[in-house]
């Protein structure tokens, strides 16, 4: 036991500069894959919440094909498919992987953030006089926004743990480079385990963060 | 101020206004009534276009509505609504709840939209109110301040859809209060409610719902003191 915990203080003392640098990598990819993934997730939650029967269609579509298949294949299939057509970084092909399987969950997300407001809220714009767009943009959105906010805090620690699996393209995240570790040294059960204590520090450090965030919403309003 | 003739409301199978024919005069005060389930909401908030008749006509303030081609959302600026749950909106301090609607709508400056706006809850007694929250309100103040933001649109009839219902019976005084000031300023006003007290105080005019039909109309003395119709005799037993 002892012996086990020195070792893996060993591995931890030797791979820490490489760690913190892949480390950036892996909140990179995050952060890229968050952002670009809620930006088609609005798209694709407005074209569900459309009147427009194509709109939907295109929208469930898109929805059905991202969370029916693993991602590792959309990783695979994105980086073969893009990289046939247009030259682009290993990076920047895993990034835009994760990206668009977001906005797929995150599409859902908004969407049921914005028909969880109350219907009332609605009813009560639409007798003051305001019109849909008006009702939608100053009543409805800025509600669904905020009740977006906590489980887009769970897409984003998803994310953070998912964006291991663009190793497979090999980008230097830390996943990647515990795998790297592990075969050099000899030392795969240390080595998975200095990145799992990675994972689990950064998820505990954005848990908490969120938490914090949401108490703070909470305090003034609703 | 409203004629509403020949109104027919269903969902789906189930027939909830058979044919209604009310004329609401200006400046008339009608108390609506009726058991849970007898169409006197659906009456109202077709009177908003938030339900649109199957069949029969609207007319507001001389003008025939045509839901096909009238602008609704004009309509609605012009008829004030107050609903049984308030509907205040949670992200907007009480002011903004008052002024979301002339500037949004009535494209008022905001500097005129404010002084509106707290002249309106002078008026209804929340002028020290205007910066905080909804949810820092009773149910009560935050009535009050749904009849506020009504008002700021400047209505020519103003709807009540129960508005004391889902208060605590010690908050609804301050609620009808507002009420029976804006009546005796003579707002146009449909009432919905229980309060029986305030009808017979403040209606002209009490009338009388019951599956989807009106079978009573009349004043308050009449109403209470010779109810023409059996159902309107067992009403009045049962709330009183």
């Known amino acids: 036991m002892f012996e086990l ?41 407005l074209m569900k919440i459309s009147g427009s029967k194509i709109l939907q269609w295109i929208a469930n579509i898109y929805i059905t094909v991202i969370r029916g298949t693993p991602l590792i294949v959309q990783i ?24 668009v399987h977001n906005g797929a969950y995150i599409a859902e997300i908004f969407r049921g953030a914005i028909q969880g407001v109350d219907p009332g809220q609605r009813e009560a714009s639409m007798s003051l006089g305001m019109n849909r767009k008006q009702t939608m943009q100053r009543i409805v959105f800025p509600q669904a926004l905020r009740r977006s906010i906590p489980p887009l805090g769970n897409q984003f620690i998803i994310t953070l743990k998912d964006s291991s699996l663009v190793y497979i393209i090999g980008v230097a995240e830390i996943f990647s480079l515990a795998n790297r570790e592990a075969a050099q040294s000899f030392q795969p059960f240390e080595s998975f385990l200095v990145v799992a204590l990675y994972y689990l520090v950064l998820v505990m450090i954005f848990t908490y963060l969120l938490r914090w965030y949401e108490n703070r919403l909470d305090v003034d309003k609703t | 101020m409203i004629i509403g003739e020949n109104i027919h409301k269903s969902f789906g199978d189930l027939e909830v206004l ?14 609506l009534v009726g058991v849970s389930g007898s169409g006197k909401s659906t009456l109202l908030r077709c009177f908003n276009f938030l339900e649109m008749i199957n069949e029969g006509s609207i007319t507001i303030d001389g003008k025939k509505v045509d839901p096909k081609k009238d602008n609704l959302t004009k309509i609605r600026a012009e008829v004030g609504m107050v609903f ?8 907007k301090t009480v002011l903004e709840n008052v002024i979301e609607a002339p500037i949004t709508v009535k494209k008022m400056n905001k500097e005129k939209a404010k002084k509106l706006g707290l002249e309106l809850l002078e008026k209804v007694g929340l002028s020290d109110k205007a910066d905080v929250y909804p949810s820092k ?22 709807l009540f859809d129960e508005p004391t219902s889902a208060l605590d019976p010690e908050l609804v005084g301050e609620v009808l209060q507002v009420m029976k000031q804006l009546a005796e300023e003579g707002m146009t006003m449909v009432v919905v409610t229980h309060e029986m007290k305030f009808a017979k105080e403040v209606a002209d005019r009490i009338i009388m719902i019951d599956q989807g039909t009106i079978i009573e109309s009349a004043d308050p003395e009449n109403f209470f003191g010779n109810p023409q119709h059996e159902r309107t005799r067992q009403f009045i037993q049962l709330v009183e």
């Open chain 1, 5 to 45: 915990f020195g070792t893996v203080f060993e591995v931890f003392m030797r791979t820490y500069p490489g760690f913190l640098e892949a480390t950036v990598v892996t909140l990179q990819l995050t952060a890229i894959g968050v952002i670009l993934g809620t930006v088609i997730g609005l798209v694709f939650a």
């Open chain 1, 76 to 99: 695979m299939f994105l980086y073969f498919g893009i990289v046939e057509i247009y030259t682009m970084s290993n990076f920047w092909a895993g990034a835009i992987a994760l990206g």
């Open chain 2, 18 to 31: 058979k044919g209604v024919d009310l004329h609401v005069q200006p400046q008339e005060v009608v108390v």
């Open chain 2, 84 to 91: 049984q749950h308030f509907n205040l909106f949670p992200h």
């Open chain 2, 137 to 158: 309100l009773s149910g009560g103040q935050k009535q009050r301040v749904a009849i506020a933001r009504s008002l700021a649109m400047e209505p020519k009839v103003m």
